[in-house]
């Protein structure tokens, strides 16, 4: 660095570097974020990389079709953009006890069972531990190899010598470089880590997984430009106590971030759901007030899931509004245009929204079934079943149209459903679908005449 021996002051949410310490962040606004950490100042031998370096026009530069490897998990597959690129570096973040390195050992098992020489490197377990979980996962072939080193230089050395096509670094936050002074975890190290995993991977077209620690507020702990180095970044969702994980991609320079892999906690491991429709439902009441059915769009795929509301009247004087899975500002806000354009008394109320299944869910499609829940528990009128509902509402009342309606219908219709209501304005854009009512809606005023008494 440019600074001699000493010490300098880095931002733990941005890695922006001070000579002295601030409150705040200049760069990402972050408060009480700068820790101290010693420097050295480093010699790298830049006049060989000067000869080395040359300007390309971007007509000359060819691409080749990169080859795309299978890890074995459809689900894992599709969030991943169809497979695993070579020279890839892959982050995977997600809650203690949610199944990181459990799903990483799985892909190593099936990688290794393809005949890939696969590296798994390890800085908090001992291999004793390794084994342990991997008997419970299944058997493994010799193709798989177990490394535990937290040093930088002897992993570099390793992998010279071992040639992996693939590996895994479990954790990021445990991995050290001697050139480095401050403790492994601190916003230097990880930053000296991933820039090492970063060369090793597009220098010698190595896959990298790369695990990382999650803080209490859900994101990866270090320097935020951990996740800008990076090729991917997946994150693991869902209750750790509970069966379901959900595997999102916010992050893919191969593929959409759109998409997500739906898993199973079993005692051999985990399992992928191949229709997370079906497995979102599985359970739901019948005939109960508050209880309608939804569809959303993650990506190409359309998922059903049962949104649940409980209105009743607040014995505090504000009321309480409550909600799992979706966003507590949008429902206030489709409560507000409920008691606006719709007439409905909700103001002193209480309210609990709720998406079944442990599923969060941000699009505004299922805004249409957020209302007709809370209109069906509120004037306790029931949702006829094999209903299902999906369109946005806007703040004057109206129901917008959404995206890919007619993928959205099939899907209810595939499932069983019987009647879907959606946007008039896409209704009148649909083919004539055999087996499944189309009913249009235009305005939130209408959504009471779909339940029954």
Request: proline fraction near 4%.
């Given at each position: 660095m440019a600074k001699g021996k000493g010490t300098v002051f880095f931002c733990q949410n941005c890695g922006y570097e001070s000579s002295k310490w601030m409150g705040q962040c200049p760069a990402c606004k972050e408060w009480n974020s700068?820790?101290?950490?010693?420097?050295?100042?480093?010699s790298p031998n830049t006049r060989a990389r000067r000869m080395e370096a040359k300007v390309t026009p971007i007509t000359e530069v060819s691409i080749n079709e990169c080859e795309r490897i299978s890890v074995g998990f459809q689900e894992l597959d599709r969030v991943l953009g169809g497979g695993l690129v070579k020279g890839s570096l892959i982050l995977v973040g997600g809650d203690p006890g949610i199944g990181k390195s459990t799903i990483l050992l799985q892909v190593c098992k099936n990688l290794s069972e393809q005949g890939r020489k696969v590296l798994y490197i390890s800085g908090e377990e001992s291999m004793e531990q390794i084994k342990m979980r991997a008997d419970r996962i299944g058997t493994f072939g010799n193709s798989l190899s177990l490394f535990c080193e937290t040093s930088l230089t002897l992993i570099e050395e390793v992998i010279d010598g071992e040639k992996p096509e693939v590996v895994v670094i479990d954790s990021v936050q445990t991995m050290y470089g001697e050139d480095v002074s401050s403790a492994p975890g601190s916003v230097s190290q990880v930053r000296e880590a991933t820039n090492t995993f970063m060369q090793i991977a597009k220098g010698k077209g190595i896959t990298i997984f790369l695990v990382g620690h999650v803080t209490k507020e859900g994101v990866v702990a270090g320097p935020r430009v951990l996740e800008h180095m990076v090729d991917t970044v997946l994150y693991f969702e869902g209750d750790r106590h509970a069966?379901?994980?959900?595997?999102?991609?916010?992050?893919?320079?191969?593929?959409s971030t759109n998409e997500i892999g739906v898993f199973e906690m079993q005692q051999t491991g985990l399992r992928e759901v191949e229709n997370p429709s079906e497995f979102m439902l599985e359970g739901r009441p019948k005939d109960a007030s508050g209880?309608?059915?939804?569809?959303?769009?993650?990506?190409?795929?359309?998922?059903?899931?049962?949104?649940?509301?409980?209105?009743?009247?607040?014995?505090?004087?504000?009321?309480?509004?409550?909600?799992?899975?979706a966003e507590l500002n949008r429902v206030n806000q489709l409560m507000a245009v409920l008691e606006k354009r719709g007439g409905f008394h909700l103001g002193s109320c209480d309210a609990y929204v709720n998406i079944a299944g442990g599923i969060r869910m941000v699009e505004p499609a299922i805004d249409l079934a957020i209302a007709a829940a809370i209109i069906s528990s509120y004037k306790e009128r029931i949702m006829p079943p094999g209903t299902i509902l999906f369109g946005e509402i806007g703040l004057s009342g109206e129901v917008r149209a959404v995206s890919m309606a007619e993928q959205r219908v099939r899907e209810a219709k595939k499932l069983g459903f019987l009647r879907c209501v959606l946007p008039e304005s896409n209704r009148k854009g649909l083919p004539e679908i055999e087996g499944i009512e189309i009913v249009g809606i235009s305005s939130v005023t209408e959504i009471l005449s779909l339940c029954k008494a």
């Open positions: 700068f820790v101290e950490e010693k420097v050295v100042k480093a069966s379901y994980r959900i595997l999102r991609g916010v992050k893919n320079r191969f593929g209880s309608v059915v939804a569809c959303s769009m993650e990506g190409s795929r359309p998922i059903l899931l049962e949104v649940q509301a409980l209105v009743c009247q607040s014995n505090l004087g504000i009321p309480r509004r409550t909600t799992v899975g």
